[in-house]
């Protein structure tokens, strides 16, 4: 890249010009473990070890892109807690979607979230710590972050250490090739600008509830109907440790209608390993466990139970060792009308049109 061709009257104090029309975004401030994601991450290969990586809240980066008039698919960076800056070396439009409070500025001038946002060259555009509720946001830049695919998708997994910047969390001075939308590819930063309707965006608590259907090992055979209940009926703290494996919950002693694993091991928990589902809740031990996008694709414990594809998202605004959350079983058939509410709100033609903005 070639640096100094500032172009006059234009804000930030590194404005650059592209070589050859290439745009990027350069990480002034890389918060804690932001990393590249796309939708809906490195599918079909749970069989080869990989669980599919890609955003813990979808809905946050999916609604973004439209906003940014990529596809739902393109890449865009996830932000735990916030604490971001980036500066832009083009004409672009962003969009931030997600956990509530993190005043997100454009040149220290304050912009909205869920909504269109124009940048011009040497713009930084910069977040504070997320206060929430909520935990993670998600940035889209039009065009897409253009870093090569590894298996299929340009998410980071994080257990392999592939995808995205050197399979790694971003750091100060990284810097990410863009998609040909921003620059010169026909996204114009001074065009309309699109909004979520307040009505279609995700309401974020601190006491949260997920939809669950039984898993392979919920049934009597594996946890009493006093387990199950115990299961549904409490409410659970999320670990500090959750993190993208895994959401861990507070221990529990947990009513089971077996005294040991048999041949797969001294407690009622273990079984002979069997595959893993994402959003599965494992019970290690004591410890229930809803796996996450990185999680492992296979183990040797139960799978009591797994959140349903429409409240997937929640996972990933889950605040660690301050919210809690409580499970609601549901039939397949109320799941299916669940995933069709949610596919409904990320229609790009129920998009607000709002004036050009300068």
Avoid at 91 to 101: H, K, N, Q, S, Y
Avoid at 134 to 153: C, H, K, Q, T, W
Avoid at 278 to 301: C, H, K, N, R
Wanted: hydrophobic share 40%; glycine share 14%; with cysteine.
């Amino acid at each position: 890249m070639r640096r100094g061709a500032v172009e006059p009257g234009l804000p930030g104090d590194a404005q650059a010009v592209p070589e050859s029309g290439r745009a990027r975004m350069e990480i002034v401030e890389p918060g804690v473990q932001t990393t590249v994601q796309d939708y809906p991450g490195r599918t079909g290969l749970q069989a080869k070890g990989f669980f599919p990586s890609g955003p813990m809240d979808s809905f946050a980066l999916r609604a973004a892109n439209l906003l940014v008039g990529n596809d739902a698919r393109d890449a865009g960076l996830e932000i735990p807690l916030g604490r971001f800056a980036a500066r832009f070396t083009c004409p672009a439009r962003v969009a931030l979607c997600g956990a509530e409070g993190a005043g997100p500025t454009v040149n220290g001038v304050d912009v909205p979230m869920w909504q269109t946002v124009p940048v011009r060259p040497g713009d930084v555009l910069a977040c504070g710590a997320a206060k929430g509720p909520g935990f993670r946001l998600y940035l889209a830049v039009s065009g897409g972050i253009d870093v090569p695919e590894v298996l299929g998708s340009r998410s980071v997994h994080t257990l392999s250490g592939i995808g995205g910047v050197d399979g790694r969390p971003l750091v100060e001075g990284d810097e990410l090739p863009l998609g040909a939308g921003t620059f010169g590819g026909g996204h114009d930063p001074d065009g309309a600008a699109l909004r979520l309707p307040q009505a279609l965006r995700p309401v974020y608590h601190t006491d949260w509830e997920l939809a669950v259907v039984r898993g392979p090992h919920g049934g009597r055979e594996f946890l009493t109907p006093a387990g199950w209940r115990e299961f549904t009926g409490r409410t659970w703290r999320v670990d500090l440790n959750s993190d993208r494996l895994g959401i861990k919950l507070d221990a529990h002693t947990f009513s089971w209608a077996r005294h040991d694993g048999g041949v797969a091991g001294s407690h009622p928990s273990n079984v002979l390993d069997s595959s893993y589902p994402l959003g599965g809740v494992t019970v290690i031990g004591d410890v229930p466990t809803v796996l996450g996008p990185d999680g492992p694709t296979s183990g040797g414990f139960t799978v009591i139970a797994a959140v349903v594809y429409a409240d997937l998202w929640k996972l990933g605004q889950l605040r660690p060792g301050y919210d809690t959350v409580r499970f609601r079983e549901i039939d397949l058939d109320e799941a299916d009308a669940l995933a069709w509410h949610a596919e409904f709100a990320l229609d790009a033609r129920r998009l607000e049109q709002l004036p050009g903005v300068t």
